[in-house]
């Protein structure tokens, strides 16, 4: 869940580092993006079973945590990986 801080005018994502404390149900799940695949080749709720599922099918790729319920979008423009661009987004 994001919350809004209203005087900073700026949104806080929960990350695996920092939960959201709002959201008891808040979790955190390990999506395997294979090389070359054109969607991802596995969902995993740790690390530790998304490396050990890609070394046993001897994949190659890019293990990415993800909090659930938080889009990726808003996660980077949270977190300063990413900025709007003026007008970019207005249509969102």
Request: proline share 5%.
């Amino acid at each position: 869940m994001l919350a809004r801080n209203a005087r900073r005018n700026t949104l806080t994502v929960p990350t695996p580092n920092n939960p959201d404390p709002h959201d008891a149900a808040a979790s955190t799940v390990w999506v395997l993006h294979g090389s070359n695949a054109r969607f991802a080749s596995g969902v995993f709720r740790s690390r530790a079973d998304g490396l050990a599922w890609a070394e046993r099918h001897r994949l190659s790729g890019t293990l990415s945590a993800y909090p659930v319920g938080v889009g990726c979008y808003d996660q980077a423009v949270a977190a300063g990986s990413f900025r709007r661009q003026c007008g970019a987004s207005a249509g969102r």
